[in-house]
């Protein structure tokens, strides 16, 4: 390297730089400029290019091969892909190798020979969950501890069908210089092992943990290095557990799948709807209940609002879990300017129960009627949905998949649905539909049901 190159490289966005900064001037991400490192020199790889063209190519169908959940087959878009490689990232604790193991155990009595690489935990360890969950198999081999180059020779010897790497981080390779751990080591050992999977047909699962603010440790890259990538989510102090896919090539990205953690292991929740929301009836103040849809499922969701007198009158906090706070803050702006509620001087605090993360414009309208309903302590009609996208101007515009969010609030015996105005007829459905235009409506709607 000559004096003027750039030494320095972010791992979240590439941004290059001769001076070292705390903070990426590109990406903005915090402590993510580490020294850049010689590239290593590229190994024969043996896997040859090659050339098509697309009107003669014969596609064979996709490969699903079912895992043995139901609930992680929907996520992954009905069933795991052959050779794909799947990228599960979540705290620590969260039950990563508790899946994987489940998982295992059902592709290892349908023939498949698994070879479950464990950096983490003795063979011992994982023999001691595996009796908890009930898990006994003669074609799951585990293999800890060791290098990429050991492995690849397990891999040889055992001819797995699937290859489990836990974690990405504990896993080195004797011919690279890289730490173990750093992000040019986790790129070049995930790019040997897809290739050496991709070569024989394996499917790769890969457990990589995450930062404290919740991203992959280690370069975005092996996000676009993979085939899928799945976040674990829960509250450790509870037992819920939610898996979101972040990226699939195979299928669609807005699924869910939601567990709970048990002594026997993950199990799959029937009716989801029933575990989020807890007041349906009472029609209280700072609740409102919003069905969303996520996929192929819809389910009913509670979310908080708090709205107090703040003692920082010229900063007062904004606190969203669960919701995007950029999103908040113009929610409320849209409130102040439209309805003349000064917001300016109060706290607000938005809730979306069970842990989950409400990205769903349609949203808007409930998150709306709860911090309305909060700030002035009116209460929220008991038994009833809010649905509809909140406009800058205050006007309540229409949301995809209006009559699926209906019908599901209709199946789960809600009385009455406050919804934008739509240019079709609607289907008849269980519930009574009220339209709202605006956010005026919906304050009008909320001050007449208090009286
Ligand atoms: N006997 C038990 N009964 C119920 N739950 C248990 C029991 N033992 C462990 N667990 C649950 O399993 C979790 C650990 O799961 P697991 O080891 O699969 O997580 P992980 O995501 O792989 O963690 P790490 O990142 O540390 O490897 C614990 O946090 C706990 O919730
Ligand atoms: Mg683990």
Redesign the pocket.
């Known amino acids: 390297m000559t004096k003027k190159d750039p030494q320095f490289e972010c791992i979240e966005c590439g941004y290059q730089s001769i001076k070292y900064f705390g903070r990426c001037p590109n990406c903005q991400s915090w402590n993510s400029l580490v020294e850049k490192q010689e590239p290593e020199k590229m190994q024969e790889s043996g896997l040859r290019g090659r050339l098509s063209r697309i009107d003669e190519i014969d596609p064979s169908e996709v490969e699903r091969v079912p895992s043995g959940s139901d609930e992680f087959d929907r996520l992954l878009g009905g069933g795991i892909v052959g050779d794909s490689v799947i990228l599960i990232g979540g705290e ?1 604790g969260v039950g ?3 899946l994987l193991l489940q998982i295992c155990s059902f592709l290892s009595s349908a023939q498949h020979p698994i070879l479950y690489y ?1 950096g ?2 003795s063979a011992n360890q994982i023999k001691i969950r595996a009796q908890r969950l009930g898990i006994s198999s003669p074609r799951l081999y585990l293999f800890t501890g060791g290098t990429l180059e050991e492995l690849k020779e397990q891999i040889e010897q055992v001819t797995p069908r699937f290859l489990i790497i ?2 990405i981080q504990t896993l080195y390779s004797s011919k690279t210089s890289h730490n173990t751990g750093s992000p040019a080591a986790l790129r070049i050992l995930t790019s040997e092992i897809i290739e050496t999977a991709k070569g024989k047909g394996i499917t790769v699962f890969i ?1 990589g943990h995450v930062t404290k603010e919740g991203q992959l440790a280690g370069p975005k890259t092996l996000e676009h290095m993979v085939d899928v990538v799945l976040y674990f989510q829960g509250d450790l102090q509870q037992d819920l557990r939610i898996l979101r896919a972040e990226k699939n090539r195979f299928g669609a990205v807005n699924e869910l799948g939601i567990f709970r953690m048990t002594d026997k292991g993950l199990e799959a929740v029937q009716d989801p709807s029933k575990l989020f929301i807890q007041h349906r009836h009472a029609g209280g103040s700072g609740i409102a209940l919003f069905p969303a849809v996520n996929g192929q499922r819809t389910m009913i969701i509670e979310i908080q609002a708090l709205v107090t007198d703040s003692p920082f009158v010229s900063n007062p906090r904004r606190i969203a879990v669960g919701f995007d706070s950029y999103k908040m803050a113009m929610l409320i702006s849209i409130i102040e300017k439209k309805l003349k509620l000064p917001f300016y001087k109060s706290d607000v605090f938005l809730n979306i129960t069970g842990g989950l993360n409400l990205r769903d414009t349609a949203a808007d309208l409930a998150v709306c009627a709860a911090l309305i309903s909060s700030y002035k302590n009116l209460p929220v009609p008991g038994e009833s949905v809010f649905i509809g996208e909140t406009g800058l101007t205050g006007e309540i515009r229409p949301v995809h998949l209006l009559e699926q969010r209906l019908k599901e609030a209709g199946r789960q015996g809600f009385q009455c649905a406050f919804i934008p105005e739509v240019s079709g007829k609607l289907k008849k459905m269980e519930l009574k539909t009220v339209t709202l235009k605006t956010l005026a409506d919906l304050y009008g709607t909320l001050k007449d049901k208090s009286q």
Do not use: H, L, Q
């Open positions: 620590p990563k190798s508790t464990s983490e935990e836990d974690s457990v």
